[in-house]
């Protein structure tokens, strides 16, 4: 049995990323070259007209002002697509970040316009008031974390798939690991040595072949593939789209899925047993 698996994450809570924000971004030093209102002395010896040398130095100091005050807008710009950055990527490591949504697909038959998918979920009111079973909401990370090793630990007794996802190997397991830990939630041991164990396919993985170099998006393997992406932003603006409008997330998640699945089944795997 194979089952697919995506997630999405989120920066963690503003209290975790002030305390955790690096001083140079959360307190920038404007530098003193653009700070500075001082006005240069102007003066242009070709003029000798008094009332004309000022109007011209008037012009000169006007555009002089103007000048430096957009080089501080600049500044200030830079700053904030700065800070945004590094909240975004924050979304990226466990220490500041949180796990959203957990995706996984155990049946994807495009022929039959079947899809067996199931998500859990923490926080997403919109979703639960859809009652749909294959939504499960949950109402903290922990909650959902736990769910998440209990499902595994169940279709491991029964079935004991593979799990196989896009990166998954480098993002998805030690995402999930790392922040059940810090969550206080016990994961299974997951690992062989060094190395997760061989149940856990990472499809990236086996399209580098063993060269490290060769690095692939989700979407630009999609691409390559020729498979249809309806992917809007990258999974580290997943938190932004989550708080717009969480059906739209959800089918963000659902969206990887497909791609992950259809790549898996080219690849030689498919959804399902």
Known sequence: MNIIL?????????????EMMPMAIRSPQMPPDIASEEIPEFHNKAIKDEAKQAAWKE????????????????????????????????????????????GMCELYNPEQGEILDHYLVHGADELSRLEHDWIDNYVDEKQMLLAFWQHVENATRHDDPNWIGWYSNKFDWPMIWRRSVLCGVKPMNIRHGRYLMARFVDLHEQWQMGDNQCKLSLATAARAFGIESKRENEGAGFHRLFRENQMRALQYCQNDLIITAQIAERMGYKAGR
């Open 6 to 18: 995506d997630i999405e994450t989120e920066p963690a809570s503003d209290d975790i990323l002030n």
């Open 59 to 102: 012009e000169k100091i006007k555009s002089h002002k103007e000048a430096m005050q957009a080089k501080r807008d600049k500044w200030e710009r830079d700053v904030l697509t700065g800070r945004q950055q590094w909240i975004d990527d924050c979304a990226l490591r466990a220490e500041t970040s949180a796990i959203r949504m957990i």
